[in-house]
T-cell receptor, first 111, second 118 residues
Framework: KAGVTQTPRYLIKTRGQQVTLSCSPISGHRSVSWYQQTPGQGLQFLFEYFSETQRNKGNFPGRFSGRQFSNSRSEMNVSTLELGDSALYLC??????????FGPGTRLTVL | AQTVTQSQPEMSVQEAETVTLSCTYDTSESDYYLFWYKQPPSRQMILVIR??????QNATENRFSVNFQKAAKSFSLKISDSQLGDAAMYFCAYRHLNSGGSNYKLTFGKGTLLTVNP
């Protein structure tokens, strides 16, 4: 099976802009989780979607949102970008094995 | 809230030697999963090993094994016969196992950077 794919891999934006990141899970996996990784805060949970429904949300402002489509692909959106949003955004998918498999990440730089 | 602590920010090991990375966690739950993930410079997070808390037997995967001490809330990773390709950041992670499986959130430690010297 193909692994988790994330697009784009790299992104440069300026403050105030918005950005959309995409994640395609492993075929057959219905759960997609998003994490933000920064040197200061480490890995932090953003949210998790299962069958197009958000089941869990981390402690992030409302500027961070997401959605999941019927084919399990997920997108996350960050509006009104701030310098502190610069990070590696990781997506993970989970099937019936209770293990999350991660994509290669999208590195977002906000200038 | 669950917390995961990795007390060793950096470790180093000689090639072919054995190294142990430490992880402790805090939870009031009795059923949960613990994981070790590896993140090499490519930044791809790779699963190393998984342990279910209800299993007393320690998990092993080839050269990787864990020492799971549930009462002490300790979950260390032992890497035997270390190889240059083992050099990476290693993260310990916790996931609660709730009924219905509706909570897939992983809580991570801060990571341990492992260097393997030739």
């Amino acid at each position: 099976k193909a692994g988790v794919t994330q697009t784009p891999r790299y992104l440069i934006k300026t403050r105030g802009q918005q950005v959309t990141l995409s994640c395609s899970p492993i075929s057959g996996h219905r759960s997609v989780s998003w994490y933000q990784q920064t040197p200061g805060q480490g890995l932090q949970f953003l949210f998790e979607y299962f069958s197009e429904t958000q089941r869990n949300k981390g402690n992030f402002p409302g500027r961070f949102s997401g959605r999941q489509f019927s084919n399990s692909r997920s997108e996350m959106n960050v509006s009104t970008l701030e310098l502190g949003d610069s990070a590696l955004y990781l997506c993970a998918s989970q099937g019936g094995s209770d293990t999350q498999y991660f994509g290669p990440g999208t590195r977002l730089t906000v200038l | 809230a669950q917390t995961v602590t990795q007390s060793q920010p950096e470790m180093s090991v000689q090639e072919a030697e054995t190294v142990t990375l430490s992880c402790t966690y805090d939870t009031s739950e009795s059923d949960y999963y613990l994981f070790w993930y590896k993140q090499p410079p490519s930044r791809q997070m790779i699963l190393v090993i998984r342990q279910e808390a209800y299993k007393q037997q320690n998990a092993t995967e080839n050269r990787f094994s864990v020492n799971f001490q549930k009462a002490a809330k300790s979950f260390s990773l032992k890497i035997s016969d270390s190889q240059l390709g083992d050099a990476a950041m290693y993260f310990c992670a916790y996931r609660h196992l709730n009924s219905g499986g509706s909570n897939y959130k992983l809580t991570f430690g801060k990571g341990t950077l492992l260097t393997v010297n030739p």
